[in-house]
């Protein structure tokens, strides 16, 4: 039989245990709150280096970026650029090397990327003529060549990345290396040491000085641009992977610090996160690979790709598929106011 004095024994036993229960769930929550903040406050510090808007954001000093972080805190799609820059330190601004354009909406959890060749000659609107698109980073930057490439496509772009081949090392090193699954033997020669890598069929690691002579290789490639495309999404989503993985986001301060002279970006540091987050939603979708078909063309001594025009239309159709309204409703603002799944369109 239980007595009255038993029973508050138990009462005050379940009460500890509760109260411990409560207090040890305050302190993580605190601990939690803390390191948050402290990383925030870091990260913040540290973003300085690589933030900087595009002249238009400045001009309408935050409204079009307010627009942008309502429709991300809805979860609506966005697109990014990814641009490599080569020979930054012999000239005002380098010329891209590398172009991708990525479509991403988290609704319907698709990312759609398709490459544009450094030589595609297009309409650059800052210089009033066509030239190859890479020559619109070498005479404007980041926002000439932004401004060509919603010329090209018919889409905004939301945000950019940019990195010289010594960024892109460091970003590859800072996520501890990456694997790739390399689809055919071949040479490449490493930048820095100029010395010869073989690449193996298979599963190999690499650091970020093999990643960057694994992504540049063309001439070897039998896909030549097919292939080198194919291989540069294949590394991007390894960095995103690694770089969105728990044990990295821990360390995202640090990371932006040791990629801050050779990274800029437009993305403010307060959407760091969300971005993080909406991309882990999306790690196990496949990638839509966008192929751009054209043709080679020698037009007064000069190389050119030509992109077919059909092939264009179709490839910025496919882009706006995977943006919502707002997307379509930023363009029109725009211009008033200034794991791969292949697709190939075009033949």
Do not use: C
Request: proline fraction near 3%; aromatic fraction near 8%; charged fraction near 25%.
């Amino acid at each position: 039989m239980t007595t009255s004095r038993q029973k508050n024994r138990k009462t005050k036993t379940r009460r500890k245990i509760l109260y411990t229960i409560l207090i040890v769930a305050m302190v993580l929550l605190s601990g939690v709150i803390v390191f948050a903040t402290n990383l925030s406050f870091q990260t913040k510090n540290a973003v300085n280096k690589i933030y900087e808007p595009l002249e238009r954001e400045e001009k309408t000093e935050n409204e079009a970026i307010d627009k942008y972080d309502k429709a991300k805190a809805e979860d609506s799609a966005f697109t990014i650029l990814l641009a490599g820059i080569e020979n930054q330190e012999k000239a005002k601004y380098g010329r891209s090397d590398v172009l991708i354009v990525a479509t991403v909406n988290p609704k319907t959890n698709k990312v759609s990327m398709v490459s544009i060749p450094r030589d595609t000659r297009v309409y650059i609107p800052d210089l009033g003529y066509n030239d190859k698109i890479n020559h619109s980073y070498a005479n404007g930057g980041i926002n000439y060549t932004i401004n060509t490439i919603e010329e090209l496509l018919d889409i905004p772009i939301d945000y950019y990345v940019s990195t010289d081949f010594q960024g892109f090392e460091d970003i590859v090193d800072t996520v501890g290396g990456i694997e790739v699954d390399v689809p055919f033997t071949f040479k490449a020669q490493l930048t820095g040491s100029l010395k010869w890598k073989t690449y193996t069929q298979g599963t190999m690691d690499l650091n970020g000085n093999e990643a960057l002579a694994y992504v540049r290789m063309r001439k070897s490639d039998p896909e030549g641009d097919l292939g080198r495309n194919k291989r540069q999404k294949q590394i991007i989503q390894e960095i995103i992977d690694k770089g969105t993985s728990l044990s990295n986001i821990t360390k995202i301060d640090n990371m932006i610090e040791d990629i801050g002279n050779n990274v800029k970006t437009n993305i403010p540091s307060s959407e760091y996160f969300g971005l993080i987050k909406t991309y882990q939603k999306l790690k196990s979708t496949p990638f839509e690979q966008l192929q751009l078909k054209g043709y080679d063309d020698t037009r007064n001594g000069v190389y050119y790709f030509i992109p077919d025009e059909e092939a264009l239309d179709e490839i910025s159709e496919q882009l706006k598929l995977n943006l919502d309204d707002f997307g379509q409703n930023a363009k029109t603002e725009l211009n008033q106011s200034t794991k791969i799944t292949d697709l190939t369109i075009g033949e």
